[in-house]
């Protein structure tokens, strides 16, 4: 199969001795969810912090830009 | 005889049938087969350029190239001219790990934090876009504002050219098509780069040593809104769920790494230079000490360049503007689109059409369409928004580089393309300069505010 004449329905996407889509690209391929991985429970508090720590400095910054309005 | 340099073997799953989204995707990439196979490779870096620049360049925005002008017309050059390459280095490591993330897993940043690390961390990181693009995008509305009053056009003007470029860009239904036009546009980002040589520098005295001063002078809280607002100017949130999504959308995979590479670092090249152009441009105002820049909501930027420099650097430095808010109106719009349509599990590709994803288009065209309705407020506070976005964003973008940093650090998702140890501690650097630099700001300028510390 030439890489130009490709045919949409065609269930194959093997172009001369390559791939012009690979399987993984495909619509049907990447709707598949990836697995959910574990965060360890050092990671899951440091990633908690991380997150309290930036909504309090973004409290900080809108409450500054809304005095400063004024 | 000529061998294909790569070749790859064929799988042995076969889909039943390809999708529209497929289909397009596959005439995109079988140009990219053949060029590879015929060892094409001006027209392999043409075809696989694209998220990169767009990143970049979408990323020197209104309020980007405002707060590079603002820190040349209160500071000049010293201290920020050297600083900007450091910043778009700092940018090109994190814009890496976004193509190569994207190109690895074929997945956009949203949906792969959603996926992997729980819904919970998923919906923070896009609840963080969806507050920053929404306020970005007001401020982009503002400079495309700002550029068009110079030529004595009003909000209506510029309502209407940011909401039909939105429009007409997503009018085609092909990633392909909509990518070119907004690489056309963001070429223009150039115009700064003119309004740099049209001020006339004396750039002998600006490479002179003593020009490049540690730290300038000036009030403590100031010099870290400019700081948080150039850092902010750099990378934000939206510069990594657009590129790892458009680099998927592209159809980018690993045999495309080394071209992506060579797409974020010239387009990281570009950024630096055209806002250099920016900060030079706005150092012509120094003389002033900056003092003009409280006149922008009437337009007062390009006015008073156009008064110390002449109108032909005010004109080209408006053009500028409306040119940076218009692509990064795009180029966000764009990112909002991908978040949402990851988030609710729906289609969300530029080669479906509106009908197959109706969430992806309307979010699109709802998150430009809510910020310019902003912007028609009379006496709303324009160069307080245009700084201020990018220290939001400077603030919220520690919680996504960590989060990129873990996938890309993720030896399951990425196999061998998984970062390596040098450039896991340049990202470190790279996520804890970020992090002081937003909480610097943040709670200096809040413990200034409340009288607790003095300015």
């Known amino acids: 199969m030439a890489p130009d004449d490709h045919d949409p329905g065609w269930p194959g996407l093997a172009l001369g001795n390559g791939l012009a889509l690979e399987h993984g690209q495909l619509v049907a391929e990447t709707a598949r969810p990836v697995p959910r991985t574990t965060l360890t429970a050092r990671a899951r508090t440091g990633l908690w912090l991380l997150r309290v720590v930036v909504v309090l400095v973004s409290l900080m910054v809108v409450w500054t830009f809304i005095q400063q309005l004024r | ?455």
């Open chain 2, 1 to 455: 005889v000529r061998v294909d340099p790569s070749p790859v073997p064929v799988p042995d799953v076969r889909p039943t049938r390809l999708t529209e989204e497929d289909t397009a995707r596959l005439q995109d990439r079988t140009r990219v087969h053949q060029a590879r196979r015929h060892h094409r490779r001006w027209q392999l870096l043409w075809l696989l350029a694209g998220p990169g620049i767009l990143a970049m360049l979408g990323e020197n925005d209104g309020p980007s190239m405002i707060a590079y002008a603002s820190d040349g017309a209160q500071y000049g050059l010293k201290f920020f001219l050297p600083l900007l390459p450091l910043l778009f280095v700092m940018a090109f490591i994190c814009q890496e790990m976004c193509m190569r993330v994207g190109a690895v897993t074929h997945r956009g940043f949203g949906v792969l934090v959603l996926q992997r690390y729980g819904r919970v961390w998923g919906w923070f990181g896009a609840g963080d876009l969806v507050l920053t693009n929404l306020v970005t995008l007001v401020a982009e509305f503002v400079s495309i504002r700002i550029g068009l009053a110079y030529f004595h056009l009003g909000s209506g003007v510029a309502v209407a050219l940011g909401l039909a470029l939105v429009t007409f860009t997503l009018s085609g239904g092909r990633y392909w098509r909509w990518e070119r036009i907004v690489l056309g546009l963001a070429l223009f980002n150039g115009l700064f780069l003119i309004a740099a040589i049209l001020v006339r520098p004396h750039l002998g005295a600006a490479a002179s040593p003593a020009a490049f001063g540690p730290v300038p002078h000036g009030s403590l809280s100031t010099l870290l809104l400019l700081l948080a607002s150039t850092v902010g100017a750099t990378v934000t949130p939206w510069m990594i769920f657009f590129q790892q999504s458009a680099s998927a959308d592209k159809g980018m995979t690993t045999r495309d790494i080394r071209h992506g590479r060579y797409d974020t670092a010239l387009g990281a090249g570009l950024a630096a230079v055209f806002g250099a152009g920016a900060l030079v441009a706005g150092a012509a105002l120094l003389p002033r000490g900056g003092s003009v820049i409280s006149g922008f909501a009437g337009g007062g930027f390009p006015q008073a360049l156009g008064q110390v420099a002449g109108h032909a650097a005010g004109a080209v430095f408006a053009l500028g503007l409306i040119e940076a808010g218009a692509v990064a109106v795009l180029t966000i719009s764009a990112s909002t689109a991908y978040a949402a349509g990851e988030c609710a599990g729906v289609s969300r590709s530029f080669n479906t059409s509106p009908r197959q994803s109706i969430v992806f288009y309307a979010a699109n065209v709802g998150a430009a369409l809510l910020a310019s309705a902003v912007i028609v407020i009379p006496g709303a506070p324009l160069l307080s928004i245009a700084l201020n976005a990018n220290v939001l964003a400077t603030v919220l973008l520690p919680v996504s580089l960590v989060f990129l940093f873990m996938l890309a650090n993720d030896a399951e998702l990425m196999g061998p393309w998984v970062n390596k140890r040098p450039a896991n501690a340049i990202s470190i650097i790279v996520i804890a300069f970020v992090g002081l630099s937003g909480a610097a700001y943040g709670i200096g300028s809040f413990l200034q505010t409340t009288h607790l510390i003095g300015s």
